[in-house]
Structure formats: structure tokens, C-alpha cells
């Protein structure tokens, strides 16, 4: 089955804790995003990638880290920078033939 | 600043009513226009979208939207809602326009619609 995967589902650290969530994709996309997603507050854009070893910040880049080293790839570091990371975290992707953005089943991170 | 407002956070729906959940942008020019659904549980799922042409979109699951560019409006419809509709709707908006593979999406706060039988 094509698909993005992110995992863990549920991840639990300690306050000034990096922590690393996992995000692959095998509908061979080149672009790939990664939001935060908090009550009342839709989605909001922390990462993104159009291409392998490229990667712009969104528009809450803040305290977060990316890497891009395969097209199917997109890991995101939170690092201890991050002021408030405890949320809900979507990974997505998209094609020039579908035109629109395909989203993982999410990880909620705590951080206490 | 510019922005995608969704004014209903929270909706209340019987089964069998008609559904309208509004959604408004602040972008001037060519945009692309988005419904995201996010069922409990679930992914967020596509509904549908708009890039061009018949400014009224039919999308999954009996829904439609209807772009109308002077209002900067691309509201959700649905005439007959059902109980298994429950779930969190999101509006998006790449302002950009470029119909290309990339989609740098701007997103609304989302609406709740809870359908009770």
C-alpha cells in the first residue's frame, strides 16, 4: 500500500530532550511538509521540502531541525529550543500529479 | 495579515440537516483552494479542491464548495448531513496559485461538526 507512515504514534521525553520524529513516504513525492497541529489552531507549517538535500522553514521553524538525504525521508528534530513542543505532528507530501497533499496518521509528542 | 478565518469552530448538527461551514481568505490574485477532513482518528483526508474553472466543486462523500472570488469566500456544503459526517473540517488556501506539485498550503483553524442521530 502506498502511503506515509510516521511513527512513533505517542512520544513521551523529559524537558530539554531532543527528540526525533520519523516521517517516510513510498508514493514517490518529491515535496514534503511537516505541520503542528494544536486545539483551535489548525495547522501550522514547520518544515518543508520540494526536493532531496533542500529544505525551507515554514512559518514556526523555531526550536525545530530537518533533514532531507533521500526523497523518501523527512525526519524532524525537536530540539530543546522549542519552547512549547508539546503537540500534535503531521507529516505530508505531495506530487505535481495529484496536486495536493497527502498526510500521515500523526505523533503526538509530550514533553513534561 | 493575510489569512484563512474560519468564523464556526464549533458546529451542532442533526442527522438530515443541511450543512454550510464558511471559510474566507485575505489573498489577493490566483489561489488554490482546499477542504481537508479530519475523521476521529483518522487522517486528514482531501474533500475536495478548486484551481480553476466551475466555481462550484463537487467533492467526496456528497460534499461541494463554491468558490466566489469577490467575496474571497470557498464555503462547504453538504444538503443532508449524516452522523458519520462527525468530524473536523479544514479549510486551505495556497496562495501562491501555481499548479504544480508543490503546495505551500495556509490552513484555517478548522471547524468541529459534531452530527448527533
Known amino acids: 500500500d502506498g502511503g506515509i507512515t510516521q511513527s512513533p504514534k505517542y512520544l513521551f521525553r523529559k524537558e530539554g530532550q531532543n527528540v526525533t520524529l520519523s516521517c517516510e513516504q513510498n508514493?514517490?513525492?518529491?515535496?514534503m511538509y511537516w505541520y503542528r497541529q494544536d486545539p483551535g489552531q489548525g495547522l501550522r507549517l514547520i518544515y518543508y521540502?520540494?526536493?532531496?538535500?533542500?529544505?525551507q522553514k515554514g512559518d514556526i521553524a523555531e526550536g525545530y531541525s530537518v533533514s532531507r538525504e533521500k526523497k523518501e525521508s523527512f525526519p524532524l528534530t525537536v530540539t530543546s529550543a522549542q519552547k512549547n513542543p508539546t503537540a500534535f505532528y503531521l507529516c505530508a507530501s505531495s506530487s505535481g500529479l495529484a496536486n495536493e497533499q497527502y498526510f500521515g496518521p500523526g505523533t503526538r509528542l509530550t514533553v513534561t | 495579515a493575510q489569512s484563512v478565518s474560519q468564523h464556526n469552530h464549533h458546529v451542532i448538527l442533526s442527522e438530515a440537516a443541511s450543512l454550510e461551514l464558511g471559510c474566507n481568505y485575505s489573498y489577493g490574485g490566483t489561489v488554490n483552494l482546499f477542504w481537508y477532513v479530519q475523521y476521529p482518528g483518522q487522517h486528514l483526508q482531501l474533500l475536495l479542491k478548486?484551481?480553476?474553472?466551475?466555481?462550484l466543486v463537487k467533492g467526496i462523500k456528497g460534499f461541494e464548495a463554491e468558490f466566489i472570488k469577490s467575496k474571497f469566500s470557498f464555503n462547504l456544503r453538504k444538503p443532508s448531513v449524516q452522523w458519520s459526517d462527525t468530524a473536523e473540517y479544514f479549510c486551505?488556501?495556497?496562495?501562491?496559485?501555481?499548479?504544480?506539485?508543490?503546495?505551500?498550503?495556509?490552513f484555517g483553524t478548522g471547524t468541529r461538526l459534531l452530527v448527533s442521530p
Open positions: 521540502s520540494q526536493i532531496v538535500n533542500d529544505f
Open positions: 478548486y484551481f480553476s474553472g466551475d466555481p
Open positions: 486551505a488556501v495556497n496562495p501562491s496559485g501555481w499548479n504544480t506539485g508543490f503546495q505551500k498550503l495556509v
Open positions: 508514493l514517490n513525492h518529491d515535496a
